[in-house]
Protein backbone atom coordinates (compact mmCIF):
# COMPACT_ATOMS: atom_id res chain seq x y z
CA UNK A 1 0.00 0.00 0.00
CA UNK A 2 1.38 3.38 -1.32
CA UNK A 3 1.98 5.72 2.13
CA UNK A 4 0.91 9.02 1.32
CA UNK A 5 4.12 11.80 1.95
CA UNK A 6 2.67 14.23 5.02
CA UNK A 7 2.80 17.79 3.87
CA UNK A 8 4.99 20.06 6.35
CA UNK A 9 3.62 22.93 7.39
CA UNK A 10 5.98 25.97 6.54
CA UNK A 11 3.88 28.93 6.38
CA UNK A 12 1.65 30.55 8.35
CA UNK A 13 -0.07 32.99 6.04
CA UNK A 14 -2.92 31.49 5.99
CA UNK A 15 -3.38 32.90 9.59
CA UNK A 16 -1.96 35.99 9.27
CA UNK A 17 -4.61 36.67 6.14
CA UNK A 18 -7.13 35.76 8.95
CA UNK A 19 -5.92 37.44 11.55
CA UNK A 20 -5.46 40.90 8.85
CA UNK A 21 -8.89 39.70 7.68
CA UNK A 22 -7.60 40.23 4.53
CA UNK A 23 -9.31 37.44 1.25
CA UNK A 24 -6.57 35.41 -0.21
CA UNK A 25 -7.70 37.40 -3.73
CA UNK A 26 -6.98 41.14 -2.06
CA UNK A 27 -3.42 39.44 -1.05
CA UNK A 28 -3.01 38.49 -4.58
CA UNK A 29 -4.16 41.34 -6.19
CA UNK A 30 -1.62 43.54 -3.58
CA UNK A 31 1.58 41.07 -4.48
CA UNK A 32 0.75 40.33 -8.35
CA UNK A 33 0.09 36.88 -8.34
CA UNK A 34 -2.77 34.57 -9.11
CA UNK A 35 -5.50 33.80 -6.36
CA UNK A 36 -5.24 30.30 -6.84
CA UNK A 37 -1.25 30.45 -6.28
CA UNK A 38 -2.00 32.29 -2.97
CA UNK A 39 -4.39 30.07 -1.89
CA UNK A 40 -2.06 26.97 -2.76
CA UNK A 41 0.81 28.75 -0.55
CA UNK A 42 -1.89 28.84 2.17
CA UNK A 43 -2.30 25.41 1.95
CA UNK A 44 1.07 24.75 1.92
CA UNK A 45 1.16 22.84 -1.41
CA UNK A 46 4.24 24.76 -2.46
CA UNK A 47 6.43 27.80 -0.87
CA UNK A 48 6.77 31.17 -2.24
CA UNK A 49 10.14 32.57 -2.82
CA UNK A 50 12.12 35.11 -0.77
CA UNK A 51 11.23 37.83 -2.91
CA UNK A 52 7.61 36.76 -2.83
CA UNK A 53 7.48 36.30 0.83
CA UNK A 54 8.77 39.53 1.66
CA UNK A 55 6.01 41.39 -0.60
CA UNK A 56 3.66 39.08 1.25
CA UNK A 57 4.90 40.72 4.44
CA UNK A 58 4.65 44.20 3.75
CA UNK A 59 1.24 44.01 1.95
CA UNK A 60 0.02 42.68 5.00
CA UNK A 61 2.08 45.25 6.97
CA UNK A 62 3.56 42.43 9.19
CA UNK A 63 7.39 41.08 9.82
CA UNK A 64 8.53 38.52 7.34
CA UNK A 65 9.40 36.13 10.00
CA UNK A 66 5.23 36.27 10.99
CA UNK A 67 4.65 34.25 7.97
CA UNK A 68 6.85 31.46 8.73
CA UNK A 69 6.07 28.85 11.33
CA UNK A 70 9.15 28.99 14.11
CA UNK A 71 11.71 25.98 14.03
CA UNK A 72 12.63 26.65 17.55
CA UNK A 73 10.40 27.65 20.76
CA UNK A 74 11.02 30.78 21.85
CA UNK A 75 12.73 31.11 25.34
Not at 44 to 73: C, G, H, S, W, Y
Amino acid sequence: MEQMEQKIKINRIKAVLAEKDMSHKELATRVGIAPNSVTRICNNEFQPTLKLLREMALALDVDIRELLIPTKESK
